[in-house]
């Protein structure tokens, strides 16, 4: 099963008053991964899945630890979950990759429902074939929900 990868800068704006980025600003690298997971990496020269419109369903986030403001990116690995008719299901872990000096830290884990969206004639729409076979490449079925995790009720909240 493959990961999508998305290195995300931190900006000076994001941190809230406590001095860690503001759970809010969590919803928008998740958004900016997804971007650039399901739109960029779309399937095909001149392909047009994914480019009719997406809504979300719904977003589900685990905050692990506080988050502050540093130079480099914070990468967000994301994958698929769930591929329904109409719906797809997005997991994502907001974290710091393990070093030879320093294990993995994850900040967020998080999920969001997809729904593929017809503009033109507002409403939701089926999964293309060409769709599902680009998604399924991210396919990897899901242990727990973020919120259900092991450790999730362990008090380290970002505000």
């Not at 991964?33 to 719904?58: K, N, Q, Y």
């Not at 591929?83 to 993995?104: H, M, Q, W």
């Not at 060409?130 to 505000?159: C, M, N, V, W």
């Amino acid at each position: 099963m493959a990961r999508h990868h998305y290195r995300c800068p931190l900006r000076w704006a994001d941190m809230d008053a406590f001095g860690h980025v503001n759970n809010v600003v969590f919803l928008r690298y998740l958004e900016e991964a997804r971007i650039d997971f399901m739109f960029r990496l779309a399937p095909g020269e001149g392909s047009e899945s994914f480019t009719g419109g997406s809504v979300v369903a719904r977003h589900e986030i685990d905050y692990k630890l506080p988050l502050v403001h540093r130079h480099e990116p914070v990468l967000i690995e994301s994958w698929v979950t769930r591929i329904g008719a109409a719906s797809l299901t997005i997991r994502y872990e907001v974290k710091d990759e393990a070093t030879e000096d320093t294990p993995e830290t994850v900040y967020v884990r998080a999920e969001t429902v997809v729904v593929p969206y017809n503009l033109a004639e507002g409403r939701p729409r089926r999964i293309t074939a060409e769709e599902r076979h680009f998604l399924e490449k991210y396919l990897d079925t899901p242990d727990q929900a973020p919120g259900r995790a092991s450790g999730a009720a362990e008090g380290r909240i970002a505000a």
